[in-house]
Antibody, heavy 118, light 109 residues
Framework: EVQLVESGGDLVQPGRSLRLSCTAS????????LSWVRQAPGKGLEWVGF??????????DYAASVKGRFTISRDDSKNIAYLQMNSLRTEDTALYYC?????????WGQGTLVTVSS | EIVLTQSPGTLSLSPGERATLSCRAT???????LAWYQQKFGQAPRLLIY???NRATGIPDRFSGSGSGTDFTLTISRLEPEDFAVYYC??????????FGQGTKVEIK
């Protein structure tokens, strides 16, 4: 069974950093791109960014709202993808989902909550 | 950036009725790269439809997608109790950013 499990969400102050993890199982992790999608409380879905597989050079791309502040990486030996979030803002407060795919999201984790507040 | 507008915001229907959800794009979605997701309360979204009209694995055939260009539709032929949820469209045409509609809530009348 395909599983994606996010972790690392927390309450942080504006300007601080946080790293989220996505641990995958049930499929050949290295063959797939991974994406992060977030959902602010009571709001809709927003694509954050993706990382492709090693076959495609682990290419990354990001939404304009996070470009330059967020970085996605992966460790295929551990089946983990990461979302490094720097210079956090109050508007980054959201439930962050890890998803399989880089443009079409066929599996989702349950999300990890990031709250940015002073 | 392609902006997707979904209508209506809320659809109030009874089990057994037909639901028709609309998603309109600000520019043509090339190759009909348009997907639909279902999100039940407190759960992660689930992929229903991709390529505008292809059902994802395990999705019942009461769900169907149609449309092209800038206008797309998700139809649920006969609502089951488990279908009451929020539905999002998403485009993945050309190049990022991928964008989602704001969602349509299907609620029990």
């Amino acid at each position: 069974e395909v599983q994606l499990v996010e972790s690392g969400g927390d309450l942080v102050q504006p300007g601080r950093s946080l790293r989220l993890s996505c641990t995958a199982s049930g499929f050949t992790f290295g063959d797939y791109a991974l994406s992060w999608v977030r959902q602010a409380p009571g709001k809709g879905l927003e694509w954050v960014g993706f990382i492709t597989s090693k076959t495609y050079d682990e290419t990354t791309d990001y939404a304009a709202s996070v470009k330059g502040r967020f970085t996605i990486s992966r460790d295929d030996s551990k089946n983990i993808a990461y979302l490094q979030m720097n210079s956090l803002r109050t508007e980054d407060t959201a439930l962050y989902y890890c998803t399989r795919g880089n443009f079409l999201f066929d599996r989702w984790g349950q999300g990890t909550l990031v709250t940015v507040s002073s | 950036e392609i902006v997707l507008t979904q209508s209506p915001g809320t659809l109030s229907l009874s089990p057994g009725e037909r639901a028709t959800l609309s998603c309109r794009a600000t520019e043509s979605v090339s190759s009909n790269y348009l997907a639909w997701y279902q999100q039940k309360f407190g759960q992660a979204p689930r992929l229903l439809i991709y390529g505008a009209s292809n059902r994802a694995t395990g999705i019942p055939d009461r769900f169907s997608g149609s449309g092209s260009g800038t206008d797309f539709t998700l139809t649920i032929s006969r609502l089951e109790p488990e279908d009451f949820a929020v539905y999002y469209c998403q485009q993945y045409a050309n190049s990022p950013p991928w964008t989602f509609g704001q969602g349509t809530k299907v609620e029990i009348k």
